[in-house]
């Protein structure tokens, strides 16, 4: 369904000294630099997925985006989408993809959000029983009820950010690109985007390309991990695999009555430990979990005791130090 193949963009930035003299120098002389975004960019997504695309700031995950969304044309590469060079047929390209970035809008600021989804049905040729019919689903699921009266500009970030996400469905897209969708949002926001976009996928097929900073949007939503880095992909992995890999470090959250003995060799106690409730960090390649639940309770009066995964923050901070990025 996706196919980019050693895609490169590269672009020419000016740069110069900060003052009034090196401004007034630029005027006549400027001095450039070549920033390379997408450095032999290759992966493939198929159909139904839902991908987590991942990365520093300034890794390429935009200018991807806006390669497969035809806004971008790269200097070199394959890219092919449905079949179809997205910067080549833009206008049979856009018909199939939804695209939702996250700090730009496209919802018409002073009007009610309801006339930018007319607007929106009538560049998309969307024919009127079809766009009720999305509209009422879409309403339904992601509770825009009066939002449809209210200008754009009178939203919250949350309010604006569902109606962002419908607005890009309005067509019935195959492939929807998010890029940072949940920036900025409450929990209770977030949660309700996570939830509408596991029912398209579930029950329409839809697929997903998520880039954000957000792991928890990572491990509610994706099945599959592509990092990025300096214009390449770094790391194709599914997240259990990313588990598997960076996650050998367990947590331990111990409630206990009495003393607790000193730790063993791989133990070692975090700082949101408490009288009578220990948070262990254990290193499963020093000691096994099970040998390290043992010898606790062989040691401690142990109350209660449960087991969790590093937070995914953790993992990926740890490919970031592996990948050197």
């Known amino acids: 369904m996706i196919e980019l193949s050693h895609i490169h963009k590269s672009y020419r930035v000016a740069r110069r000294e900060a003052g009034l003299k090196a401004a007034s120098r630029a005027l006549f ?11 032999g960019l290759s992966f493939s997504v198929a159909a139904g997925e839902m991908v987590g695309y991942i990365g520093p700031n300034g890794a390429g995950k935009s200018s991807t985006i806006k390669v497969m969304s035809g806004v971008l044309t790269p200097d070199s590469g394959k890219c092919v989408i449905l079949g179809r060079t997205p910067w080549k047929q833009r206008k049979q390209h856009v018909g199939e993809i939804g695209v939702v970035f996250g700090q730009r809008s496209q919802l018409w600021w ?25 509209l009422a689903t879409l309403t339904d699921l992601l509770d825009l009820g009066a939002l449809l009266r209210t200008p754009a500009r009178q939203l919250s970030l949350g309010q604006r950010m569902r109606c962002e996400i419908a607005a890009s469905l309005l067509h019935s897209p195959r ?22 976009i596991h029912t398209l996928n579930r029950e329409q097929g839809t697929t997903v390309l998520l880039t954000t900073h957000d792991m928890q949007d990572i491990e509610a939503l994706s099945q599959r991990i592509l990092l ?59 000691l096994a979990l099970p040998a390290a639940i043992a010898w606790l309770c062989e040691r401690a009066e142990v109350t209660d005791l449960a087991v969790a995964d590093p937070p995914v923050e953790q993992m990926v901070a740890a490919m970031y130090r592996e990948y050197e990025i």
């Open 175 to 196: 492939i929807l690109f998010l890029d940072e969708p949940t920036i900025g949002l409450d929990a209770v926001s977030k949660i309700a985007v996570r939830s509408f």
């Open 228 to 286: 990025i880095g300096n214009g390449r992909i770094l790391l194709d992995s599914d997240l259990s695999g990313l588990k598997r890999r960076y996650g050998a470090q367990k947590t331990l959250t111990v409630t206990y009555a009495g003393p607790m003995p000193e730790l063993a060799k791989g133990m070692a106690l975090l700082p949101d430990s408490l009288t009578g409730r220990a948070v262990i960090a254990v290193d499963t390649m020093v």
């Open 110 to 134: 002073d009007v009610p959000v309801g006339d930018s989804f007319a607007l929106l049905r009538d560049m998309y040729r969307v024919p009127d029983a079809e766009y009720r019919r999305v």
């Open 29 to 39: 002389s400027r001095a450039y630099h070549t920033v390379r975004a997408l450095d």
